[in-house]
């Protein structure tokens, strides 16, 4: 990046930062988060991407497993779908619904080798626009499963994203949602 590119960023993401100040202005905000997102990968020789995580992948000891971090962490919601748990988290389109979880920073390499781990499966990313507890508007990539064949999930996978989702604060009715999904709860009639 030339010398010149580069205060150009740093000039617009600070205008960006003083209109945000008054905290009137999404727009501004969004505008903020993509000139800081442009300036921080213009510098780096592996650029990172905003990711929406909604299942296990929002657990950093899961992530640690294939040498993945989530950086920046951000609790967020995506309206416009439904979480289905069974046996693998997957969202389905669903204009009644939203999804809680978390906005995290990773890099290309790290998102294949989350995404190619054995036990996952096919998942292909797809664009969405999630919001902050604060109301930022936050593009990001998420994943989705094209199809997932029915069965019971398992509790400790369950366990995997109510205990961060705890820490992280997910609503309550959210948390009793994702516990409605274990077998042992299931109505087997």
Not at 12 to 18: E, L, N, T
Not at 56 to 82: H, I, K, Q, S, Y
Not at 113 to 142: F, N
Request: glycine share 6%; hydrophobic share 40%; aromatic share 12%.
């Amino acid at each position: 990046m030339s010398r010149r590119s580069a205060t150009t960023h740093r000039y617009f993401s600070d205008a960006a930062r003083v209109v945000i100040q008054d905290d009137r202005c999404v727009a501004a905000s969004w505008l903020y988060g993509i000139l800081r997102d442009l300036e921080h990968n213009a510098m780096s020789s592996n650029p990172t991407v905003w990711v929406f995580f909604y299942g296990t992948f929002v657990n950093p000891e899961v992530c640690a497993r294939a040498n993945a971090e989530l950086r920046d962490v951000e609790l967020t919601r995506l309206a416009g779908f439904d979480i289905r748990i069974g046996p693998l988290a997957n969202l389905v389109r669903s204009d009644q619904h939203i999804v809680y979880g978390v906005i995290a920073r990773m890099n290309h390499t790290e998102l294949g080798r989350l995404y190619s781990m054995d036990w996952v499966g096919t998942y292909l990313p797809e664009a969405v626009l999630v919001e902050s507890q604060h109301g930022r508007l936050i593009p990001a990539l998420t994943y989705l499963k094209p199809v997932m064949e029915p069965a019971p999930a398992d509790d400790a996978y369950i366990d995997r994203i109510i205990d961060p989702g705890r820490r992280y604060g997910f609503p309550q009715w959210y948390l009793d949602r994702l516990d409605s999904f274990r077998a042992s709860r299931r109505d087997p009639g």
